[in-house]
């Protein structure tokens, strides 16, 4: 129903206004309607890209920006499994909890790590080609997920490697 529509619908049985078409209460609604149309649709998208499960553009977009993890190559419902997965929470302090935390939480698709028990250490090898800024990002994350008694490094591609 059109904004015109649920205007004229609610004042029809006040029955103080002439409705008629072409009247001034008409033309009137019209251009109410002509404003508050395109308003009612935007808010009808802005809901709509609120929520993962029926997002289809820019909701998509700004979250995958959040996580780092951008996919516009991939069909909205591809995108929207990948975000899902990435809101379900993990336990980091399990092996495969943690290379879940580094795939959906950090947004690397090459990064694997190795236990050192007796050095309480971890090393995380990261195959991921990453910008300074990211590998920052990404240490920065994965530095308040170890415990506070353990200690990582992390080793990137190109050589470099930062303490954890």
Same mark, same amino acid.
């Given at each position: 129903?059109?904004?015109?529509?649920?205007? &004229?619908?609610?004042? =029809?049985?006040?029955?103080?206004?002439?409705?008629?078409?072409?009247?001034?209460?008409?033309?009137? $609604?019209?251009?109410? %309607? %002509?404003?508050?149309?395109?308003?009612?649709?935007?808010?009808?998208? %802005?809901?709509?890209?609120?929520?993962? =499960?029926?997002?289809?553009?820019?909701? $998509?977009? #700004?979250?995958?920006?959040?996580?780092?993890?951008?996919? %516009?190559?991939?069909?909205?419902? /591809?995108? &929207? +499994?990948?975000?899902?997965? *990435? +809101?379900?929470?993990?336990?980091?302090?399990?092996?495969?909890?943690?290379?879940?935390?580094?795939?959906?939480?950090?947004?690397?698709?090459?990064?694997?790590? =190795? #236990?050192?028990? *007796?050095? #309480?250490?971890?090393?995380?090898?990261?195959?991921?080609?990453?910008? *300074?800024?990211?590998?920052?990002?990404?240490?920065?994350?994965?530095?308040?997920?170890?415990?506070?008694?353990?200690?990582?490094?992390?080793?990137?591609?190109?050589?470099?490697?930062? /303490?954890?």
């Amino acid at each position: 129903m059109s904004s015109y529509d649920s205007m &004229r619908g609610k004042l =029809q049985p006040l029955r103080l206004y002439t409705l008629a078409p072409g009247s001034e209460t008409d033309h009137e $609604l019209h251009a109410y %309607a %002509a404003g508050l149309d395109p308003m009612f649709h935007e808010l009808t998208v %802005a809901a709509r890209e609120a929520f993962i =499960q029926t997002a289809e553009s820019y909701g $998509l977009s #700004e979250r995958e920006k959040f996580i780092e993890k951008e996919k %516009a190559e991939l069909s909205a419902a /591809s995108r &929207r +499994e990948l975000l899902l997965g *990435s +809101e379900q929470p993990y336990d980091e302090r399990t092996p495969s909890g943690f290379q879940a935390f580094l795939e959906n939480i950090c947004g690397l698709e090459e990064a694997h790590f =190795q #236990e050192h028990p *007796s050095r #309480e250490r971890l090393d995380i090898y990261i195959d991921d080609v990453l910008e *300074s800024g990211r590998k920052r990002l990404v240490g920065e994350k994965i530095k308040r997920a170890l415990p506070c008694d353990q200690t990582g490094i992390i080793h990137f591609r190109d050589g470099t490697s930062i /303490s954890v």
